[in-house]
C-alpha cells in the first residue's frame, strides 16, 4: 500500500455525486484513484446507463490500480452509487513511487497485477459478448489447422465443462453450435468440429 504521507502530500482530493462516472472502460486515466469513503459500481455502461454489473466496492480502496501498475486503460467503467470521496494520485507520482521499490516487490506487484487484470477481462468479456459470440471465440482459440489446410477443434472436455468456461448452461451451448451449423460456420458432429468459415466466425465472435 502506498504511504500515506505520500497520498496526503501528492494526491488531489475531491468528491463526486451519486452516477458520476468516475472511470471509462477503454479510457486512459491520468491519475489513481482511491476511494475514501463511499461506495462505487463497476461494470459496463451504454450510453449513459450501468447496463451490465460486475461488483461493486466501498471505501476505503483502490480503483483499477492493477491498470496503473501494467500502464493500460480501465477494463471497466466506474460509476458513483453513493456519494463518495476521492483522492486522484498523478500517475507520474506513483510510477516514481513503483520505481523506488526493490526489484523483487515490483515484479510481485506486476505479476499480482496481469492475473487481476486476466480474471478481470475474462469477466467482462463473458458479460459485453453473447453466448454465440463466446463460443465463436472459443472455437477460434482452441482450433488446429491440419496439415491439408483443414480447420478443426477437438472436444477433449466435456461440453459442461466448455460451457462452464464460457460462462453458459449445456442446453445454451448444445443450441449455439447447431446455430452454427445451421449458418454453415462450422460443420461435424462428437467431438470432431470443422470450422468451415472462420472469417465468418472472427466476425461473429468481434475478434
Known amino acids: 500500500m502506498l504511504p500515506t504521507e505520500l497520498l496526503n502530500l501528492q494526491a488531489r482530493w475531491s468528491s463526486a ?12 486515466s491520468d491519475s489513481v484513484i482511491y476511494v475514501e469513503a463511499g461506495r462505487v459500481e463497476l461494470g459496463l455502461m451504454d450510453g449513459d446507463n ?14 483499477e ?8 486503460s480501465s477494463l471497466v467503467d466506474v460509476l458513483a452509487e453513493t456519494g463518495v470521496k476521492l483522492r486522484r494520485l498523478p500517475l507520474p507520482v506513483f510510477h516514481a513511487w513503483l520505481s523506488d521499490l526493490p526489484e523483487s516487490a515490483q515484479a510481485l506487484l506486476r505479476d499480482v497485477a496481469l492475473a487481476h487484470w486476466q480474471q478481470s477481462e475474462l469477466a467482462v468479456s463473458r458479460l459485453a459478448k453473447d453466448a454465440e459470440a463466446r463460443c465463436a471465440e472459443w472455437l477460434l482459440r482452441h482450433a488446429q489447422t491440419s496439415a491439408q489446410g483443414a480447420v478443426a477443434v477437438m472436444l477433449q472436455q466435456r461440453k459442461r465443462l466448455i460451457a462452464q468456461q464460457l460462462g453458459i448452461a449445456p442446453e445454451t451451448l448444445s443450441r449455439v453450435l447447431r446455430h452454427l451449423r445451421e449458418r ?11 470450422l468451415v468459415d472462420p472469417i465468418g466466425l472472427r466476425s461473429l465472435a468481434g475478434v
Open 17 to 28: 455525486e451519486p452516477g458520476a462516472v468516475l472511470l471509462r472502460r477503454a479510457k486512459y
Open 65 to 72: 490500480a492493477s491498470a496503473a501498475i501494467l500502464g493500460r
Open 184 to 194: 454453415s460456420l462450422i460443420s461435424g458432429s462428437g467431438r470432431v468440429v470443422n
Open 50 to 63: 450501468l447496463t451490465h454489473l460486475l461488483g461493486m466496492i466501498e471505501g476505503p480502496s483502490w480503483l
